[in-house]
Structures are given as C-alpha cells and as structure tokens.
C-alpha cells in the first residue's frame, strides 16, 4: 500500500511507498522526508494511497506527527469543494514546519562502490555531501541509507578561567570575579551589565584569556509576555456545545463574559482567533493572564516551532492568534472562540483564497468543539445562531451632511447654520475645521481616514471631463502630489500628467476623490507649525511622538485600524463615508457599519468624538449607530434584504473569472460557461451573468465574472464538476464564498 503525501506546493497530494522495511499503521498527520527533483522536501501524510507499483518512490523517513486528523479531514472537504489543490491548501493553513533543520546522515549499503557516481562516501554515517543530484541518483538505486536527526540547539555563552595570560585591569578583575559569580553568560552585554562595566571592559577580560566563549545546549525561545490583568467575571447564559455568539458592548465587556466562558474549557484546550494584529494584541491583554501563548505571523519560525510543539505536546492548553494559529494540533479542543467572524480580514487574498472563518466553522464541526462567534458586530450569516448582544456604550458621533442646502437643521452641538455643499467646506468641512482647531488648541490627539492613498482619486480636464485612464487597467489613474506623477493602484503604472488634455487641448486639470496627501496638504494649512503625520501604503511617518502621547494629527488610510489608537484621542473623522459605500458587493453596507462600530471602540478607554462627513446622512447603517441601536439591528434589516434577493446565509456563493488579453475571447468563453451549465441543468437563478468585472481590465488582461449560486455545498460542487468537463480558451479561475469589495 503507498501513502498519499501532501508537499508545500501548488500540486494534488502524490503517492509515495512507505520506507523500506516499515512496520505500523498509517502515520496520518505526519511529517516525512521525501525525495523531490534531485532533493528532498518535508511533507505530511494525509491518507492510504491507491497506487501499488514498485516504480513509486519511497518515504525516506517518517518523522513526528504534526497536524491533527480533523485538519486532514476539513482541508479535505474544502478540496473536494473547490477543485483547489491540496498542496497549496496546506502550505496556507500551516504556517511553520515545512522546512526543519535537520542534520541528514548517509552511508553507502554494504559492500557498494559508488564511484560510478562520482561519490565517496565513509562506509560508516556521516553527514551528507553538498551533492544533492548525485546523491539522489544513489538513492533511486536503493543503494544509500539515509537518516534525519532534529539536531539539539545550541548558544554561544561565556564563563570565567582561572588561569589567564596577561594581568588585568582593576575594573577587569572586577568583570571577571562577576562572572566567576554568576558562572555564564549569555553575552557580552549581559555579562557587562552584572559587572556593572562596558562592554569594552568584558572584552577585554575574555582577550586576555580569563574568560572563554562556549557553545551550550539553548532554552526555549522567548515567547510573548504574558499580560497581567485584573479582569472581573461575567455572568451569563453560558452555552455548552454547538455554536454561539457574543457581540456588542465594549470590548472589556466582552472579554468579561468570555473570560467567564474560557476558565470552563481551559484544561480541554482553547483557540482564540482574531483577524488581524490590532485585535490580537488586545485579546492578549485582555486574556493571556489565564495562561496562553500567542501564535501569530510576527513570530519567528523557531518561536512558532516552539508553540507548535507545545500544543502537541499538551503543555499549552490555550493559544490567541491570528489565521494560522488554526491549524494548531490541540490533542483535546473544546472551544474555538472566532472575534469578527465576518471580517474580510480572513479572506487570503492570494493563494488557495481560501476564507479561514468558513475554515474554522468546518474544523469546529469535526473535532465537536464549541464554536463562539465574538465582536463589535454580528456577522449577518451568523445571525441565525443563537447568542447574546450586550447593550452598547452611548455612541458621540457627529454628521456632516454635505446633501443638505442651507435649510439642514442643527445637528449637533458643533454645528452653525450649514451653507450649502460648495461653501460647506471639503474635504474638510466647516464642523470639522472646527473641531480639529479645539484639538490643536488644547493639545489633544485627532485622527483623519482618507479613502484612498495619494493626493486624488482621479484628475479630469475642467473644459470636456476627459479623465486619463491606466494603460494596462480600466481605472482612473491617481494622481501623487508627492512624485507629480499619475499612477495605477492595480498593476503600479506611472506616468507623469499631460500638460494639455489629449481631447480638447485644455490646459486645466481638476483633482476629484481627495486622498491622504490632499487632506494632508488641507490640514496643514489649517493649523500651521501642529505636528500632521500621514500613514498609508506608499508613505508612513514616525509615529512615536503620538504614541508617546505628544499632541498630533494623523492623516491615513483603514490601514492604520491595524496599530493602536492613539492614547490621548479626542476626534476621529471619516473625510467621505460615501468612499466606504462606492462597490459593488452586497456586502458594503455590512463592512460600512462595521467600520462604524469599529472606529467607536478603537480606543480601549476613551471614547472620541466621531465625525462623519457623508452625502448620505439618512443611510440605514449610519443611523443604527448615531441612534444607539443594538448591534445586531442593521445586520438584521440586511438580513431581511438578502433573502429576498437569495445571497449567503440563504445560499452558497462561487465565483468564476474569465481572462484573456483578447476582450471578446473573454466574454465568449464566459458565455460559453453559463450556456454548458445551462445545458447541464443550470436554471438562471444558479448561474447569474456573464458580465464585466467590477474592473474590467487588469494588467492587461479583460476580466469577466459569472456567480454561481446554490442553495446547498452539494449542489455547488455539482455546478463546479460540470465546469471540469470541459477545457476552455481562457483562463478559468473559481473562488469559493468570495469577498472582495471589488466582486
């Protein structure tokens, strides 16, 4: 019988023949050394293979076990779904082993010459040649042995001598009865700071021969610091099996109830997930206190190692961390906690496109583990799980309704008489030029999103609207004050501005869409000599002064909800909400409201003052905030509007791009598409389009979506079978529940 490994590569899992002369059951979950085109490459066992022939190659040697059966199981399941192969699967979801440091000995079997192969090799173990093409040659003759030893660690440390060479200095002699004292070092600048000397001095000691460096076995790589906090239980309904939710309130309100909840799992294991490093660090100071390590992609890889060996292991029965902690091998797992389910943030954006929240769903379902659904907001396809939502905390939010004429009411205590959208003041608006002169004047923190990096969205000729585009892309090319130049935000093309249109010979050119530098430029002028700083992709500033709690203004991009608040905030701003409301998805008005509720709890003590500059003031995700309602009210009402119109939880979601350098083999290969389905049974509230993606064109490709909708898995993966009987003209890709703004 063979075994199907799974390599860290973009390829279905292959078989391979179990070492020879092994005995035992199938190492499932294992990792094994196999030989991979002249080398060899880490790989996990993940099922009985089919193949029985002697021209399979052999596992070289099993090692230790590495993921659990129910990861195996779950990854599986998404495979069969999406057609994705298995390979990039895992090298998504595993995020540390693949690439031990193994010490590799070989030896020749007895009594073979392997000077045909141009090697010589001691007839007893010894390590192997930097000869990886030659030795895999021996290796497929069954002519070498080979073994793989995980070799112990070592540091470099010091430790004092009795008998040196040359005398030394008073502050010397005084370094080295220290660490004659203290018996090792770890390094120089430790050994010098228990002497209480320079480094210069230590060296010294340790070059005149009373000291020496000495390599020994090293301890366990520091970890995460465990935060201690006081933080008082909760008492609620607290569910015992199946899935949950905890939404609203302020976060130390949550974390109340779930530290409640997680002192009833700890000695059976627990996974708490966030989506992003923001949220982890403050889940970590919330909960490590109960005795929790912290896995996330900020770690090393020995540092990841070493957790991951311990959750093996047993001796860590708590883990907070992002996306790849999921595939953590907890022996026993009886609670997965999941903080904002619904975030994009799960979504890889590359790769398997794999959406890591619907991962854990199915990994909670294998292993019967609790699921716990927790944040700011309930995600709408988990409204109809049972759960709590805790009341919120009174929301301080201004709006600005650039709609309104000078007849708008008052609408907070900031506001004078409003003038009309022209005299409003934009993208800075009269209220909120206001409010950001009290923060200078009072030496207070404040906050600016922009929608967008650079200076403007787009720029267009005043006298005919002609608006240059990319070259390679169908979108406006933003324009960059900071490089005078024009340029693509999808495949990075620049190009500096033409100095008359290309269309009527105008020499005006009008900026539209204001980004980071132009609120920048704005605020600047409005508060000259008070620290501005702007953080975004292309450009982020020294935000150490501001940290540090000096008086400041930051202008970004969402990107900056991934660092801490500000400790001394005052006022955020949201320059042009309606930038938030501009795709075309059926989810924008969720991920709006959601950046709402986010923004009101950003801060873990304060509560700002929050200013929203929008056009459309009445929106009903606006209002749920401004009015104090539940979090779960607006997911409700876009509950109600997506049954109607047949989108998750009511259905299953699939899409496929067509691409092509050529526009019509594009669309005919589309059309193609939803006409075999079609033919295969396809009615057209499963199949919906073709039609142009959202972005037409792409680095020079011309992208054509369809959406395929089922109500069931089973259904989907028979609409996505019926798609693999053909060979299409064009490249075909498919992504499973997809989530771009831009879908």
């Known amino acids: ?200 001095v230590v060296s010294g000691v340790l070059a005149r021969g009373w000291a020496e460096a000495f390599e020994r076995p090293a301890g366990p790589p520091e970890c995460v610091p465990i935060m201690e906090r006081n933080l008082k239980k909760a008492e609620w309904d607290i569910p015992q099996s199946g899935v949950s939710r905890l939404h609203g309130g302020h ?57 991951w060996q311990q959750v093996r292991e047993g001796q860590c029965r708590m883990v907070i961390g992002t996306y790849g902690a999921l595939a953590l091998p907890f022996p026993d797992l009886s609670m997965i906690i999941l903080e904002e389910e619904g975030s994009d943030a799960y979504k890889l954006l590359s790769g398997s496109k794999m959406y ?27 409204l109809k799980v049972p759960g709590t939502v805790l009341a919120p905390p009174p929301p301080r939010v201004h709006v600005v309704n650039y709609a309104e004429g000078s007849s708008q009411p008052e609408t907070g205590p900031l506001s004078m008489q409003h003038m009309k959208p022209a005299l409003e003041g934009y993208p800075l608006s009269q209220d909120l030029r206001k409010v950001l002169t009290q923060v200078a004047e009072r030496g207070r923190q404040a906050v600016l999103f922009a929608p967008r990096k650079g200076y403007s969205a787009l720029i267009r000729c005043r006298s005919c609207g002609y608006i240059p585009f990319c070259k390679h892309c169908d979108v406006p090319l933003k324009f960059h004050q900071g490089t005078r130049l024009m340029q693509c935000h999808q495949c990075g093309y620049r190009e500096g501005p033409p100095s008359t249109c290309p269309k009527c010979r105008g020499a005006i050119w009008q900026p539209k869409g204001p980004g980071t530098e132009w609120i920048l430029q704005e605020t600047r002028q409005l508060l000259p000599g008070f620290a501005v700083y702007r953080y975004d992709k292309d450009h982020q500033d020294d935000l150490r002064p501001i940290y540090e709690g000096h008086p400041g203004i930051v202008i970004g991009t969402q990107a900056l909800l991934q660092e801490k608040a500000p400790p001394e905030l005052a006022l955020i701003s949201l320059t042009l909400a309606d930038s938030w409301l501009g795709h075309s998805d059926f989810r924008t008005d969720e991920r709006y409201h959601k950046l709402l509720r986010q923004l009101l709890e950003w801060h873990p003590r304060k509560s700002p003052l929050l200013v929203v500059q929008t056009f459309q003031a009445l929106h009903p995700a606006l209002l749920a905030v401004t009015e104090g309602k539940p979090a779960d009210h607006f997911p409700l009402q876009d509950l109600g509007r997506r049954e109607l119109l047949m989108y998750p939880p009511y259905s299953l979601l699939a899409q496929v791009e067509v691409a092509s350098r050529d526009k019509a083999r594009s669309e005919s290969v589309a059309e193609d598409i939803q006409k075999h389905l079609t033919a295969r049974g396809a009615d057209a509230e499963e199949v919906l389009g073709p039609a142009p993606a959202p972005i037409g064109k792409i680095r020079g490709l011309f992208l054509t979506h369809l959406l395929l909708r089922a109500t069931t898995q089973e259904r989907l993966k028979t609409l996505l079978t019926h798609m693999d009987e053909e060979r299409w003209k064009a490249r075909v890709r498919i992504e499973i529940n997809p989530r771009s703004a831009n879908f």
């Open 356 to 382: 890591m929240a619907d991962l854990t769903a199915t990994l909670a379902h294998q292993r019967e583990s609790l699921l716990v659904y927790t944040g700011s907001v309930p995600a709408v396809e988990s």
């Open 251 to 307: 976060p130390i309100e949550r974390f109340q109830h779930l530290k409640t909840l997680i002192e009833q799992h700890l000695g059976t294991g627990v996974m708490y997930l966030t989506p992003d490093n923001y949220r982890l660090e403050r889940a970590w100071q919330a909960l490590s206190h109960l005795g929790a390590q912290c896995y996330s992609g900020s770690l090393n890889p020995l540092q990841r190692d070493h957790i």
């Open 1 to 200: 019988m063979s075994w199907l490994v799974v390599l860290p590569l973009p390829i279905p899992a292959l078989d391979f023949s179990p070492p020879h002369g092994f005995s035992g059951d199938l190492p499932l979950g294992h990792r094994v050394v196999v030989p991979w085109q002249g080398g060899i490459k880490i790989g996990i066992v993940v099922a009985a293979g089919q193949a029985h022939t002697h021209r399979l190659r052999e596992v070289i040697q099993v090692l230790d076990p590495w993921v659990h059966p129910s990861l195996i199981t779950t990854l599986k399941a998404y495979e069969t779904l999406s057609g994705t192969p298995l390979g990039l699967l895992y090298c998504d979801a595993i995020t540390c082993g693949w690439e031990p440091h193994l010490k590799h000995l070989v030896r020749p079997v007895e009594g073979t010459d392997l000077s045909l192969f141009g090697l010589e090799l001691p007839t007893d173990w010894s390590t192997a040649v930097d000869s990886p093409v030659a030795l895999d040659q021996v290796r497929e003759q069954g002519l070498l042995e080979e073994r793989f030893e995980f070799p112990i660690r070592t540091e470099l440390a010091y430790r004092g001598l009795l008998d040196g060479k040359d005398n030394l200095t008073p502050k010397q002699k005084h370094a080295w009865k220290t660490l004659l004292t203290i018996k090792e070092a770890a390094s120089l600048a430790e050994w010098a700071r228990n002497a209480e000397v320079s480094t210069s």
